[in-house]
């Protein structure tokens, strides 16, 4: 069973930016997709972006051009970059992984999330 451990989250002002860090225990990291989810109050859980264990990257378009998400397979460590924060980016975020190499293949497990919070 792969533990996943967020962190990063905050309050952040509109326009701002935030680093999201996931650390994954379990040697089967480096060959499985990661993603980044999210979940604003009262709606469902959805992906805002997520990497394949070769580098391939694809991300809701609400955040397209704003987040970048990355991976260090020496680290076991997935982050999200976020700019250009804005009020409906306000959720609970998620580091997820991936059952195997493609999105496909589903969620294997999921982090306790972290708070990110958009808002003078």
């Known amino acids: 069973q792969v533990q996943l451990v967020e962190s990063g989250g905050g309050l952040v002002q509109p326009g701002g930016s935030l680093r999201l860090s996931c650390a994954a225990s379990g040697s089967i990291f480096s060959a499985n997709a990661m993603g980044w989810y999210r979940q604003a109050p009262g709606k469902q859980r959805e992906l805002v972006a997520a990497?394949?264990?070769?580098?391939?990257?694809n991300y809701a378009d609400s955040v397209k051009g704003r987040f970048t998400i990355s991976r260090d397979n020496a680290k076991n460590s997935v982050y999200l970059q976020m700019h250009s924060l804005k009020p409906e980016d306000t959720a609970v975020y998620y580091c997820?992984?991936?059952?195997?190499?493609?999105?496909?293949?589903?969620?294997?497990?999921w982090g306790q999330g972290t708070q990110v919070t958009v808002s003078s």
């Open positions: 997820a992984v991936y059952s195997g190499r493609y999105l496909y293949t589903g969620v294997g497990s």
């Open positions: 990497i394949t264990s070769g580098g391939s990257t």
